[in-house]
């Protein structure tokens, strides 16, 4: 079935649109949480969460496309569970990839100065510089907060080589934000 039938379907109102949903999606949702919670309780109920969340919110909206609309929900409440989890533990995919990106800002003053708005803007117009592979796999590691491994499969690499690739699109970007921000 169609994004454009599941959405019919959730405007009818008719809950055939949740199995749709989760048939479609279902996987590619408890990926993202699972990757970020490391939990898979956690993650099973963050994508409850979504598709309630998708239940409520359409009608009115009229998402397109509905992948990215639930992926972004999905994520969303695995990030909030993740930092209520985060008073307990530490440990998830998604804190060992940001903890990566830590240095591409380049010093403390930036930090003070830049909205997120302005660093979304910023990071899209770098990501649209990065030749199609190595911007789908920086967007798997710090966005899906999948691991090396599941990277370096995906990729046909070994896990040093996708560690390597993504340490010098980390020095790039790093570059990038030095020139565009100071």
């Not at 749709?20 to 993650?43: R, V, W």
Request: proline share 4%.
């Amino acid at each position: 079935m169609d994004d454009r039938q599941i959405i019919a379907l959730f405007y009818e109102r008719s809950e055939q649109a949740i199995t749709e949903l989760s048939k479609k999606y279902g996987d590619l949702c408890f990926k993202i949480a699972i990757n970020i919670l490391n939990n898979p309780q956690d993650a099973e109920e963050c994508v409850s969460d979504a598709y309630l969340g998708v239940w409520n919110s359409i009608p009115p909206q009229n998402p397109a496309p509905l992948r990215a609309y639930v992926c972004r929900i999905v994520r969303n409440l695995a990030l909030k569970k993740l930092r209520t989890n985060t008073a307990l533990k530490r440990g998830s995919q998604l804190e060992i990839s940001l903890s990566e990106l830590e240095n591409c800002i380049p010093d403390n003053s930036f930090d003070e100065h830049l909205s997120a708005k302005e660093l979304t803007e910023q990071l899209n117009a770098f990501l649209s510089t990065l030749h199609r592979d190595d911007r789908a796999m920086f967007l798997k590691r710090y966005w899906f907060a999948e691991p090396l491994s599941e990277i370096a499969k995906t990729f046909g690499i070994t896990e040093h080589n996708a560690s390597v690739r993504l340490g010098r699109i980390r020095k790039k970007l790093h570059q990038y934000l030095k020139e565009v921000f100071l």
